[in-house]
C-alpha cells in the first residue's frame, strides 16, 4: 500500500490494522499517546464516589468507545505490539516521542518498563503539567508525564533545538472536548525540534497532531479508531485553516 494514499488524511480504524497496511520506513516521525490503561487501576482515582468535579470527568466513561480497561499483562502485549509497527514504518533516521504516564499500582510505581524495554530509548523527556487531582494519601499529587524519545541510529534534531532541555512545562489544553489531549504548544515543540516531513500519530485522538502539522507545513497520517475523535480532529483541520491555531504557541527564537 502506497503511503500516499494516507498523507494528510485522518483514517478511522485500529492503529495496528492501519500500520500493517503502510510500507516499511514511510515516515520520518511518530508522536503519539495512547489509552493509559488508567481504569484497570488498584486505586481510587477511577472510581471515587466522593462526587465534585471529578465525578463528572470523561475519562470514568474511558475513551468515547474505548473502555480504557484491559489487563496489565494484555495492555503491555498491545503497546509493544504498536511500537515496533511504528518501528517499522520509521526511516533510518526517524523517531517515536511517546508520550505515556507513571502510575503506583499496588503501592509500587509502574514506570512503563514492560512495554519500553527492548526498544532503543535515547532520553525520557519530562513533560510537566499544572493540576491534577489525587485521592490516594500515599503518594503526592502527580503533576508530570513522560516522553520517551525511541530513536533511530541516525535520529538527529534540527539545528539549534538541543538547547531545549528535558524538562517541557506546558499547561494541560482547557479548551477542547477530549478527555485527554496534546497542547498545541508541547506537540509544537516537537515537529519545530525536528525535519520531519511525514509525521505519524497511530492514536490520533482530536487531532492535535494533524493540526501543528498542517500549520508548520508538514505532512501526517492520523489513526483513530472512534468516529466522534475523527469528526473532531477534522472540524479542528478545518478551523485551522482559517484560524491557525498552531501559530499562536510556535517558538521562533530558537530557528527563525
Known amino acids: 500500500m502506497n503511503e500516499n494514499q494516507y498523507l494528510n488524511k485522518i483514517i478511522c480504524g485500529d492503529c495496528l490494522t492501519v500500520m500493517r497496511q503502510l510500507p516499511d520506513k514511510c515516515v520520518d516521525l511518530v508522536i503519539t499517546s495512547p489509552p493509559y490503561n488508567l481504569k484497570n487501576s488498584t486505586g481510587n482515582g477511577m472510581k471515587d464516589g466522593r462526587g465534585g468535579k471529578w465525578s463528572n470527568?470523561?475519562?470514568?466513561?474511558?475513551?468515547?468507545t474505548y473502555d480504557d480497561n484491559m489487563p496489565y499483562d494484555e495492555y503491555c502485549e498491545w503497546q509493544k505490539?504498536?511500537?515496533m509497527e511504528m518501528m517499522r514504518l520509521l526511516k533510518d533516521d526517524g523517531a517515536i516521542f511517546y508520550n505515556h504516564k507513571w502510575r503506583v499500582q499496588n503501592g509500587l510505581i509502574q514506570d512503563r518498563r514492560e512495554i519500553i524495554a527492548d526498544f532503543p530509548v535515547r532520553q525520557i523527556i519530562i513533560w510537566k503539567r499544572k493540576?491534577?487531582?489525587?485521592?490516594?494519601?500515599?503518594?503526592?499529587?502527580?503533576?508530570?508525564?513522560?516522553?520517551?524519545?525511541?530513536?533511530?541510529?541516525?535520529f538527529k534534531l534540527a539545528p539549534k533545538a538541543s538547547r531545549y532541555g528535558d524538562v517541557w512545562e506546558f499547561t494541560q489544553e482547557q479548551k477542547n472536548s477530549h478527555p485527554a489531549p496534546f497542547p498545541v504548544a508541547l506537540i509544537d515543540r516537537i515537529v519545530s525540534s525536528t525535519n520531519a516531513q511525514i509525521i505519524l500519530d497511530p492514536f490520533m485522538g482530536s487531532g492535535t497532531t494533524a493540526v501543528v502539522a498542517q500549520g508548520l507545513k508538514r505532512n501526517f497520517i492520523g489513526i483513530e479508531i472512534s468516529k466522534e475523535y475523527c469528526a473532531m480532529a477534522e472540524k479542528r483541520l478545518e478551523n485551522n485553516k482559517i484560524y491557525p491555531e498552531v501559530f499562536k504557541f510556535h517558538e521562533p527564537t530558537l530557528f527563525d
Open 131 to 154: 493540576g491534577g487531582i489525587n485521592f490516594n494519601a500515599g503518594y503526592f499529587l502527580p503533576t508530570y508525564e513522560v516522553i520517551y524519545l525511541i530513536a533511530k541510529k541516525n
Open 57 to 64: 470527568a470523561a475519562l470514568i466513561k474511558g475513551y468515547a
Open 81 to 83: 505490539k504498536c511500537l
